[in-house]
């Protein structure tokens, strides 16, 4: 079968589906600057590629915490900038494009908002990557029509993030679909990366679907960690803490190497 071929997409410093694996880490949401700080730093060390972290978060329960808005993104993005890796946030709406700008490398959209075509669209008019996350319960077909309301307005960035989709299945928070990583490789220009902390929601799920992704021909992960894991205000138990993100990280080292894609260094020397 004849593949596309990954169109490399430059993040700030470093480039997705270039050959070099990525890893984007941090906590779910940012609670506090003592909290990212501490996170930006670790996950640093032990060798993440890019820092995230939600300031806008769209909750199921609109009782739990929403997020610490703009207040938090002058410290988020000087925490990005001191650390040296490249900052991924969520965007939620449009509205908020013009001020995360100047500040984020990498704008994600949430798996509730793929099918949010003005979004979609107000980020192709941007230079910006944009991160497509699939929609819980999108098709692939769907999923890679999404990231053509971006690529439409001439911003051809667009990474895509399989993060789980909903089945019958209660074991796991979602059900991760790697066969939709493997056909996006070859059916789409894009490189793609996968979430296994929102498609386990189980911190000890996180690395064997983390290892199986490398495998699958991903191009990189999302992996959400935290410093005190059972009081987080989002994603608790999926997120790992500093040492297992750490053994992790020397495991997916490990597989990269064996897959011949080694992991990317961009800021973290
Ligand atoms: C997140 O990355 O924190 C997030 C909310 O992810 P998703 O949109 O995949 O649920
Ligand atoms: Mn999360």
């Not at 004849?2 to 940012?30: D, E, M, N």
């Not at 946030?89 to 003005?118: C, K, S, W």
């Not at 944009?130 to 001439?154: C, F, H, Q, S």
Request: one cysteine or more.
């Amino acid at each position: 079968m004849q593949h596309l071929g990954t169109r490399p997409v430059t993040v700030a410093t470093t480039t997705f589906g270039g050959g070099r694996f990525q890893v984007i880490a941090g906590p779910c949401s940012v609670e506090t600057e003592a909290q990212f700080t501490e996170t930006a730093r670790q996950v640093h060390r032990s060798g993440a590629t890019l820092l995230r972290g939600g300031i806008y978060k769209l909750r199921t329960d609109p009782k739990s915490f929403q997020g610490l808005g703009l207040e938090a993104l002058s410290f988020v993005a000087r925490t990005a900038r001191e650390v040296g890796l490249p900052l991924v946030t969520e965007v939620t709406d449009p509205r908020q494009i013009e001020a995360l700008h100047a500040h984020v490398d990498l704008f994600q959209v949430g798996t509730r908002n793929m099918h949010n075509y003005d979004l979609l669209k107000e980020l192709g008019r941007t230079r910006k990557p944009v991160l497509i996350k699939r929609g819980l319960a999108a098709l692939v077909d769907e999923w890679l029509l999404a990231a053509r309301y971006v690529t439409d307005g001439g911003n051809t960035n667009v990474i895509l993030c399989e993060r789980g989709i909903r089945s019958f299945e209660k074991i796991t928070r979602n059900t991760l679909d790697l066969a939709a990583v493997a056909y996006a490789k070859q059916h789409s220009e894009f490189p793609v990366i996968v979430d296994p902390s929102h498609a386990t929601g189980v911190r000890d799920l996180v690395g064997p679907m983390a290892l199986a992704a490398i495998a699958a021909g991903a191009d990189g992960l999302l992996i959400e960690t935290h410093p005190d894991p059972a009081h987080a205000l989002s994603d608790g138990p999926q997120a790992l803490t500093f040492a297992d993100f750490d053994l992790l990280m020397g495991r997916i080292r490990e597989v990269c190497a064996f897959f011949g894609k080694p992991m990317a260094t961009g800021a973290q020397s």
